[in-house]
């Protein structure tokens, strides 16, 4: 079984975008300098399932090729999908897509599609997700469903692509966890350009 695990660049005060993101500005204001470092080294990385082709360290490359290639299905939230109009129908790295929301939009439901929308909650997408992973990693985004993983009991893994600026307000990654703390293993720390990249396990409750 492989591992729960997030992918996710966040601003060194903790947002993953600025305020006011949506269709338009799907980072907030101020959020686009997020994902400068998609495009700040000298190394192409083409992201699997889509055109999209980063220009990064070669580390920061060769980091993005091992993650994704263990990633075998993706979950995240309904503003994501809206905002991201669905990633135009290809979702990043090309896997099944479990989408967790209140409704499902019938426009997305069709023969093939890679998303599957799921109203009853984060667990039963992750374990949906699981089942259609099988070996390979979930990779679970946005804050809100990393927020319930991580009160859930469900993330193995948290990775951060840290950015060196503070945006001083937006949607933070890190709260709605309670008072309890939760204990974290750095496994590893990576420098790329204009990126460090963070890995943490999350230590569980015996
Ligand atoms: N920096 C990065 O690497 C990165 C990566 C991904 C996303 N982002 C950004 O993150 C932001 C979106 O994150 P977010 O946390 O605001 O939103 P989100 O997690 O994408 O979506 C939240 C929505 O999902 C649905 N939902 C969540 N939990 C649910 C549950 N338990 N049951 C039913 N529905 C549930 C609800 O929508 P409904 O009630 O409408 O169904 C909720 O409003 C965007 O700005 C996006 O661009 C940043």
Redesign the pocket.
């Given at each position: 079984m492989g591992k729960v695990s997030t992918?996710?660049?966040?601003s060194l005060d903790g947002f993953?975008?600025g305020p006011n993101?949506g269709p338009e500005r799907?980072?907030?204001e101020g959020?686009e300098r997020?994902?400068e470092w998609y495009s700040s080294g000298d190394t192409e990385y083409r992201l699997p399932g889509t055109n999209m082709v980063f220009k990064v360290s070669p580390q920061s490359a060769q980091l993005l090729r091992e993650a994704h290639i263990r990633i075998g299905a993706f979950v995240?939230?309904?503003?994501?999908?809206?905002?991201?109009n669905g990633w135009g129908g290809n979702p990043p790295l090309g896997v099944p897509t479990f989408?967790?929301?209140?409704?499902v939009p019938q426009e997305w439901v069709y023969e093939g599609s890679p998303f599957t929308f799921v109203?009853?909650?984060?667990e039963s997408a992750v374990e949906q997700a699981k089942e259609v992973a099988g070996e390979k990693d979930v990779a679970v985004?946005?804050?809100?469903?990393v927020?319930?993983c991580i009160r859930a009991g469900l993330l193995d893994e948290i990775h951060i692509?840290l950015v060196p600026i503070l945006l001083g307000a937006g949607?933070r990654l890190f709260e709605h966890l309670g008072s309890t703390p939760i204990e974290l293993e750095s496994t590893e720390v990576m420098e790329g350009d204009g990126v460090t990249h963070l890995t943490y396990r999350v230590l569980k409750e015996p």
């Open positions: 992918g996710l660049t966040m993953i975008a993101d799907p980072l907030g959020g997020l994902f995240t939230g309904r503003r994501t999908f809206e905002i991201t989408v967790v929301s209140h409704t109203t009853d909650g984060v985004g946005a804050a809100s469903i927020q319930q692509d949607i």
